[in-house]
């Protein structure tokens, strides 16, 4: 656990835009998720079975704790009028669902491109119909 507290805070610590931390943490949890695949199916097992014989860890918890700090990223890019106003919660489960794809490059069968390109298409389309369109005005 203490190798994802790392990557979510180096790719927070370097600020920026709401959006540029955005990227960097989708490309950081993607990085570890990639780095542990395995684990991640042993997480699927744990949480579709019977819930007294999960270990200690509560993975659903640390899944919440992500959507929340996506969530929060989201909320204040919107503030900042980086985004459209849209509910958060729906572009954050995005955001985790492009990080899950990536993570799992072969089971979506992404061929052609690393896991890497394939997020980073993923996130240009989510965030360029997230952020604002130029006012023709300016």
Do not use: N
């Not at 949890?29 to 579709?48: N, P, T």
């Not at 849209?86 to 052609?112: H, K, M, N, T």
């Amino acid at each position: 656990m203490a190798k994802v507290e790392q990557y979510r805070d180096e790719a927070l610590a370097e600020g920026g835009t709401a959006v540029a931390r955005i990227r960097r943490l989708c490309r950081a949890h993607a990085a570890i998720r990639r780095e542990y695949a395995s684990l991640s199916w042993i997480v699927d097992q744990i949480l579709s079975g019977p819930p007294e014989a999960a270990p200690a860890i509560d993975f659903r918890g640390l899944g919440c704790e992500w959507l929340r700090l996506f969530e929060r990223l989201v909320e204040e890019g919107i503030a900042q009028g980086e985004l459209r106003p849209c509910p958060a919660s729906d572009l954050a489960l995005a955001l985790l669902g492009a990080v899950e794809i990536a993570a799992r490059a072969e089971v979506f069968g992404i061929c052609g491109q690393t896991p890497e390109d394939s997020l980073e298409g993923m996130l240009d389309l989510l965030l360029a119909r997230a952020v604002p369109a130029a006012d023709p005005d300016r």
